[in-house]
């Protein structure tokens, strides 16, 4: 196959990228992939036209002073947390992401823990004597349907009303609340509901918000207050919107209280985290996204590279 004559656009790959798109890329452009802080990043930096970056690569202006000759900025991802939307406007960056890319593996992760959390599943690893086989069955059953839990979904954006279709098809009663008015007219059968009643009514509360500075320990001693004392708390959405010293104390404090958090402030978590050690705490290392189809259509956004590039 005859190679793809480049156009000499210069693009920095700041994160690792999946391998097709990244060849893609580089049968169209000159390509050099190196990491934050390494002198092959900063040498690049200073002459690029484009940057693309996923999670940990912090785009300010700071980075944006030292790449003048920079056009596009590519977040292989969902959220725009990492990317300093208004200092790029201002140096005429354009910015382009992903944002639908990873929400059918965030939501099969959530409704994966929302299943596990109802219907836990012993497995038996050799033969059993009838005592033990009654036994176990006996420790297996649940005391409800998934017809008879609330879920609350804080956030029914694109991910949210997701998730909220999903639970709707397995029975659940669904509720939500969101700081604007959801235009959907059946709300993906959700209900809407104020915050004290989603913290109040919710068997099981996920986290779908935005990375805005607002959400920051939205979730606190307050909010906590007037959750059920058996929760399952699951956030996917950002570390920072839940106050760790506040949800330690609430699951030391209320046994039957679980928490699933997939993300974290800062990321990796920190030895001395207060939810570090806890039985009903559940950490995992950010990978809601980690599958290889979320993996690849993220990476994809270098077409829209190639597309800014070109116009």
């Known amino acids: 196959m005859a190679r793809t004559t480049t156009t000499n656009f210069l693009v920095l790959i700041a994160e690792q990228i999946e391998p097709e798109p990244l060849a893609w890329l580089s049968e169209r452009c000159d390509v050099v992939r190196a990491d934050q802080g390494s002198p092959t990043f900063q040498e690049t930096l200073a002459k690029c036209e484009a940057l693309v970056v996923r999670t940990y690569t912090q785009v300010d202006e700071s980075l944006l002073a ?25 140096r005429g960056v354009r910015v382009v992401h992903t944002p639908d890319a990873n929400t059918q593996s965030v939501v099969e992760y959530v409704m994966c823990v ?61 509720i939500y609340h969101d700081l604007r008015e959801v235009e959907e007219p059946d709300r993906w059968g959700a209900s809407p509901v104020s915050r004290e009643e989603l913290l109040e009514a919710s068997d099981i509360l996920t986290i779908h918000v935005d990375g805005r500075a607002e959400n920051r320990g939205m979730l606190a001693a307050g909010e906590l207050a007037h959750a059920k004392p058996g929760v399952l708390i699951v956030n996917t959405s950002r570390g920072f919107v839940i106050d760790p010293a506040s949800l330690a104390a609430f699951l030391r404090s209320h046994g039957t209280a ?5 993300v974290h402030d800062p990321e990796p978590i920190p030895e001395d985290s207060p939810l570090v050690g806890l039985v009903n705490a559940v950490l995992t290392p950010h990978i809601a996204a980690g599958t290889r189809s979320a993996k690849l259509a993220m990476s994809w956004v270098v077409k829209d590279v190639v597309e800014a590039l070109k116009a």
């Open 258 to 262: 679980r928490a699933v958090l997939d």
């Open 114 to 174: 929302v299943l596990d959390y109802a219907r836990p599943r012993p497995a038996a690893s050799a033969g059993l004597s009838l005592e033990a086989w009654k036994a176990d069955r006996e420790r297996a059953q649940v005391s409800h349907d998934l017809a008879d839990l609330t879920l609350g979904i804080w956030g029914l954006g694109r991910i949210g009303s997701r998730v909220a279709r999903a639970a709707t098809a397995l029975g659940l009663r669904v």
């Open 66 to 90: 030292q790449a003048p000759a920079l056009r596009v900025v590519a977040r292989a991802g969902v959220g725009l947390d990492n990317v300093d939307l208004e200092a790029c406007a201002k």
